[in-house]
């Protein structure tokens, strides 16, 4: 999806554009799959990044994080979300904004952007986009500079695509989502029901629900459905992200 060159990079119709990324010129394909947004905002947030997909029901149907794992774990640990200032702009908002520019606008009494500068995040920006009841939004996180504007736009542009491509795919209540997952992450059924805090009833009632909703009739066809649709590389059961790397030293 990446490509660098050394020469000017062509335009055509329908084909890639150019973004200068740390001094190289790259040329850009249009992502056909999350995995490619995903490997594009790694490339472009060198200290991580969070992207959350249609955010319902108070949860985002998808989420991934590569933020330094010790952040996400103190940032899980202390119920960072319910203050995090960027969170609540992007609910709020439409667009985007540095993290710089939003220190000076809303409130942080948990000191969420200064726990994350603690941990390496100095530089960062929030994109969000959708309409309330489904918003996406992207938080990214540099530890050198300021995103450029042409970055900021790449991301929003990826945010975008992003959205879209989990709104053509199926959708299951966040509940649905978390019952799936800790199968999927190889749970017995006692073993998901003491992370759920559900009864062996309850647990099979949602994986029946999740199965009807996605088509299938056994939970592996489930799991691999919503594996394909993107719904099951968020963080819900396990806490930390799926299929990419935390922060580039695992912090």
């Known amino acids: 999806m990446l490509h660098k060159g050394h020469g000017p990079c062509p335009r055509p119709a329908h084909g890639p554009t150019c973004l200068h990324i740390n001094g190289d010129r790259v040329r850009i394909m249009s992502p056909s799959s999350l995995e490619q947004i995903d490997e594009a905002l790694a490339a472009l947030a060198p200290r991580g990044f969070?992207?959350?997909?249609?955010?319902?029901?108070s949860r985002p149907v998808r989420r991934i994080s590569t933020y330094p794992s010790r952040w996400i774990q103190a940032y899980t640990r202390a119920n960072l979300g319910v203050g995090d200032p960027m969170v609540i702009w992007c609910v709020l908002h439409q667009g985007s904004i540095r993290w710089s520019d939003l220190a000076r606008i809303m409130p942080d009494p948990l000191n969420v952007m200064g726990q994350a500068r603690d941990h390496g995040l100095t530089h960062g920006v929030a994109l969000s986009w959708g309409p309330p009841e489904?918003?996406?939004y992207i938080g990214a996180a540099r530890d050198d500079r300021d995103f450029t504007d042409t970055e900021i736009t790449r991301m929003s542009q990826l945010l975008r695509r992003a959205h879209d491509i989990?709104?053509?795919?199926?959708?299951?209540?966040?509940?649905?989502?978390?019952?799936?997952?800790?199968?999927?992450?190889?749970m017995t059924y006692d073993q998901a029901c003491a992370a759920l805090g559900i009864s062996r009833t309850a647990l099979r009632y949602r994986?029946?629900?999740?199965r009807t909703a996605l088509g299938?009739?056994?939970?592996?066809?489930?799991i691999r459905k919503a594996i394909d649709a993107g719904l099951l590389n968020g963080v819900s059961v396990?806490?930390?992200s799926k299929g990419l790397p935390t922060g580039p030293d695992g912090d």
């Open 216 to 222: 299938v009739e056994d939970n592996g066809h489930a």
């Open 134 to 136: 489904s918003r996406s």
């Open 166 to 186: 989990v709104e053509r795919g199926a959708s299951l209540r966040p509940i649905l989502v978390d019952a799936l997952e800790a199968i999927a992450c190889g």
């Open 50 to 57: 969070t992207i959350g997909l249609h955010i319902r029901y």
């Open 207 to 210: 994986l029946g629900q999740a």
């Open 238 to 240: 396990s806490g930390l």
